[in-house]
């Protein structure tokens, strides 16, 4: 057991997009990721996706609701099931937690 850095977990990051495991809860992980510009859109059908802010603003998109914006300390789930597409104007870094097997991507 040793503490983590989240600077070092970051700068471990190469690609956008690429969410990387830096531990793991039960079934679930920790993954970070860096991301900038629009993802694609996408649902998972069998799990919440949990969203946490370390640096930069992000907006969750939605199809059916309000767009969600987060900031540096902000966190947001996004129910199973729901369609959804992050982006980012700027560079920006998140966490999510996920169980192991979930494909970015969603369904």
């Known amino acids: 057991m040793q503490a983590q850095s989240l600077a070092n977990a970051f700068a471990g ?10 531990g793991r ?8 990721a860096k991301i900038q510009g629009e993802f694609t859109w996408h649902k ?3 799990t919440d996706e949990f969203f946490l ?3 930069g603003e992000i907006t969750i998109q939605f ?3 309000p767009d969600v914006t987060l900031t540096p300390g902000d966190c947001f789930v996004v129910p199973r099931g729901v369609e959804h597409c992050p982006k980012s104007e700027g560079v920006s870094e998140i966490l ?9 991507t969603g369904d």
Request: proline share 6%; no cysteine; net charge negative.
């Open 13 to 22: 990051v190469d690609e956008f997009w690429s969410p990387k495991a830096i």
């Open 25 to 32: 809860i039960n079934d679930y992980e920790i993954r970070v």
């Open 44 to 46: 998972h059908s069998q």
């Open 53 to 55: 802010v370390h640096s």
């Open 63 to 65: 199809r059916d609701r």
């Open 96 to 104: 999510l937690f996920e169980p192991a097997e979930t494909v970015n």
